[in-house]
């Protein structure tokens, strides 16, 4: 009974996609030469002066003995007038202008279409994905895809789909999905690497904000959003009713962690390291690594020391480094000959080290050494965890979780410049790559996605002298090649392609390009990417820059990858974005 009534669905659902493909507007034909790549539409008369650029198309033809439907994207418009190249010609109307009737009536456009996906329908009336495996005659009919036909098209993937905008040049929602990365029902089995790019003001920070709502509709699925400049933070924190749409409507719990309650993992090289960015081996003019190595290592045996007469250790423990009783004993040491003689091997440099601390002042080492120590430090105001303990909870609630490493929200007893907020993404991306890693060993999915905010900063192309960038860029190359099967995402936000490092962009998946990107090493970088299309390129140097523009701003758009149910080839699709965040949520959110 139920297969006769899903058989009866069918029915109705395909005969009102013949209906509404017959009624629907033509405005070509297939014409010559035409191929499975790249289709030429004759333009009709009555279409002539009609927006065409950016409209999706849509042709009936048969293949294997069944009906199918393709879609495409015009990318391109040409006019020829063959009379009008004649040279005779030429000269007559460089003399008269106008040349009736040879001027405009002779006039032939031809489109520029590439097939980005197909329906087929089966002898049993079902829909299903297809290819274009053959070119259809010429004079087939070339119609505009209207809302009626989509509805209709895709009305079993309903609630699978997002929008983030309409196709460019026109007012129709251009469907998407983002699925996660788990097994089961709307997942992919494993994970997608994502790329925005785009000029500031290109409305490539909203359309990440859009795309990470999308994915927070999956209870199953955890974001984690890395904010070195605290933008992200700043929107969940003063977009109430965005705040409030992700927690009560899609019930995904957002957690929001500051310098003021994370606490990094200690270890001792990473004691080293935050003292070295510190500057505090600077002050004391221990300039040779060897020398601050054995400087912590000797350090941390005299805060373990065994007192006289007692069988137990007092050891002073890692979140206890920033109390003054414990930078005594350190600034003690500092003084005394053997401690000395111990990291310094030559004279010359330890009264260099001696002479540092007698110049010294206490009060001022000590608010260097505390701001450091106070990273490790569970004793503050505010509820802190650490970062282990962070990817541990997600696992289970699978919250939305924001990082914001910006200094607009440092405690003044922390210490905080850019090398150690390098230091800090250095630990994050390590420790949530182990952790996926881990789970995957135990059969698991750690169905994950991270967001990298200025991303072409923290990876950049060829050689550089910075080396904490260098320890976060070979921790990213690592983990693009590795976590995809882990369950582990990675959406990289930037504002350029050429200089974000060339083994993440061959690992991305998903592309998103924003306005900016179609000038010299940016256009060549673009158009390798996209594959040398140089129709698709032609329509994206077309994008406006929304900066410029009079009135309402319009933020185009190109795409390319498994990112809608219209693009099942990959070719690339434009859209232009919806007004955020009021429209956006209009749109996806809206009481049905």
């Known amino acids: 009974m139920v297969i006769e009534l899903i058989g009866l669905n069918e029915v109705k659902f395909t005969t009102g996609i013949k209906e509404i493909f017959e009624n629907t507007e033509q405005i070509g034909v297939i014409g010559s030469p035409s191929s499975t790549g790249e289709f030429n539409i004759d333009i009709i008369g009555t279409a002539v002066d009609k927006q065409l650029v950016g409209k999706i198309c849509v042709f009936k033809f048969l293949q294997d003995g069944k009906d199918h439907y393709a879609l495409g994207q015009i990318s391109e418009v040409v006019m020829h007038n063959y009379w009008t190249q004649d040279p005779t010609m030429k000269g007559i109307i460089r003399q008269k202008g106008r040349v009736d009737p040879i001027t405009e009536r002779q006039d032939i456009h031809v489109a520029k279409m590439m097939v980005s996906s197909v329906f087929g329908l089966e002898s049993n009336q079902e829909i299903f994905p297809s290819i274009l495996g053959t070119v259809p005659p010429t004079g087939t009919p070339i119609k505009i895809f209207s809302k009626e036909l989509l509805e209709n098209l895709l009305s079993f993937y309903q609630k699978e789909l997002f929008y983030l ?18 097994n089961g029902l709307n997942g992919v089995g494993e994970a997608y690497h994502i790329g925005i790019f785009g000029k500031t003001g290109s409305g490539k920070s909203v359309l990440a904000k859009m795309m990470i ?33 992700i927690e009560k409507e899609i019930e995904k719990n957002i957690k929001i962690y500051t310098l003021h309650n994370l606490v990094l993992d200690y270890s001792d090289v990473l004691l080293q390291e935050l003292l070295i960015a510190s500057g505090f081996f600077d002050k004391l003019k221990i300039v040779f690594e060897d020398h601050m190595v054995r400087f912590v290592d000797e350090i941390l045996i005299a805060l373990n020391y065994e007192e006289e007469g007692s069988a137990t250790c007092r050891a002073i423990k890692p979140w206890e480094f920033s109390t003054r009783e414990c930078f005594k004993i350190v600034w003690s040491l500092l003084a005394d000959e053997i401690f000395l003689q111990k990291i310094i091997f030559t004279k010359e440099p330890r009264e260099r080290v001696k002479n540092a601390w007698l110049s010294l002042n206490e009060v001022e080492m000590y608010k260097i050494w505390a701001g450091v120590t106070n990273l490790f430090s569970y004793d503050r105001e505010n509820e802190t965890i650490q970062l282990t303990r962070l990817f541990e909870k997600t696992s289970n609630g699978n919250p939305l979780i924001v990082i914001d490493l910006s200094s607009r929200e440092k405690p003044e007893d922390l210490l905080w410049n850019d090398k150690i907020q390098k230091i800090a993404i250095n630990q994050f991306l390590s420790k949530i790559t182990n952790q996926a890693q881990a789970k995957f060993k135990k059969g698991g999915n750690i169905n994950s996605l991270v967001v990298i905010d200025e991303a072409h900063r923290l990876a950049p192309r060829g050689k550089i002298e910075d080396g904490y960038v260098e320890k976060i860029r ?13 369950g582990l995402g990675w959406m990289f936000i930037s504002q350029t392609l050429s200089s974000l490092h060339k083994e993440i962009l061959n690992q991305v998946r998903i592309f998103v390009f924003g306005f900016g990107l179609a000038w010299g090493t940016e256009r060549r970088a673009l158009l390798e990417i996209i ?21 309402k701003k319009d933020y185009p758009f190109m795409t390319i990858g498994p990112i809608s149910p219209l693009s099942f080839s990959g070719t690339p699709l434009f859209f232009n974005a919806l007004e955020y965040p009021k429209e956006f949520i209009l749109t996806n959110f809206r009481k049905k």
């Open 531 to 551: 594959g040398g299309a140089t129709e698709s390129m032609n329509l994206y140097q077309n994008f406006t820059d929304p900066q410029s523009g009079l009135g």
């Open 213 to 245: 709502t999308a994915y927070s509709k999956h209870k199953n699925m955890s974001i984690f959003i890395l904010d070195p400049q605290g933008e992200f933070s700043s929107e969940l924190t003063s977009n109430n009713k965005l705040r409030k749409l």
């Open 474 to 486: 070979r921790v990213f190359i690592d983990a693009v090649r590795t976590t995809r099967k882990f």
């Open 165 to 182: 905008g309409r196709a460019y040049g026109t007012d129709i929602n251009l469907p998407m999905w983002f699925k996660h990365f788990d």
